[in-house]
């Protein structure tokens, strides 16, 4: 069935698993290191240990996926930046304030979603004394997987937003198009009941300094795919959250 929800486009797909599963020839993999758990603390604290493809070698740490496992919404970004490197959490530097932002526009509260990113280690190139995102390649973001999939497996979200084409590109093939599907919220895939794909929140901040249109549009398209998403859940963390309020208060 195909619809018009909150303004936003419902498509249903069959879909068997992504067309790129197989991954790339040659390519590492994470799966020797994670464990048979669906414990987010004991996978995120496995992770640590993972050398799965090279980029740890460059990396300060593992940056882990992070929110309450009870989350109906997971957000899945590229991989973690500068800051997230340094901090250990996922979008806490400039894209992390505009994704606050977004959501907060949204009126999702962030301490009720979960958040990671399809490759956990920050990819990166010196540039004087900067530290020079690198986009991941196929074969990094397939090695990866294998913690996307234990986390998905853990948390169990209503809904996927993929933020960017990296992140959709994971669930949906290389071929997916941000521009042709963008807030189009998809129906029958195997790992959430619904997944949708939006803008990456640093495309946004890059639009800036260009076309002042481009970038109003963005930056309101971005919120309203995130309240389109999000409107079609009851957040279940979010009852969880209240629940020890109530009995202290049946005290
Ligand atoms: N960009 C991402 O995709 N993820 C982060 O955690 C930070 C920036």
Redesign the pocket.
Known sequence: MNGLTHGIRIVAKKHAGSPDDAGPAGAGSAAPFVPETRSVRTLAAAAQQCRGCDLYKNATQV?FGAGPSTASVMFV?????D??DRQG????????ALLDKALEDAGIPRAHVY????VKHFKWEPRGKRRL?VKPNAAEIHACRPWLDAEIEAVRPEVIVC??S??AQVFFGRSFRLTKSRGVLEEGHPWARRILATF???AVLRMKGGDDHEYTRARRAFPLDLAGAASLVKFASERALRRPRRRAAAL
């Open positions: 940056v970004g590229e991989q973690p930046g800051q997230e959490e996922p979008f806490v530097g400039p894209a992390g958040v990671t990113n399809a995102h933020l960017g990296t992140a990456h929140p640093s």
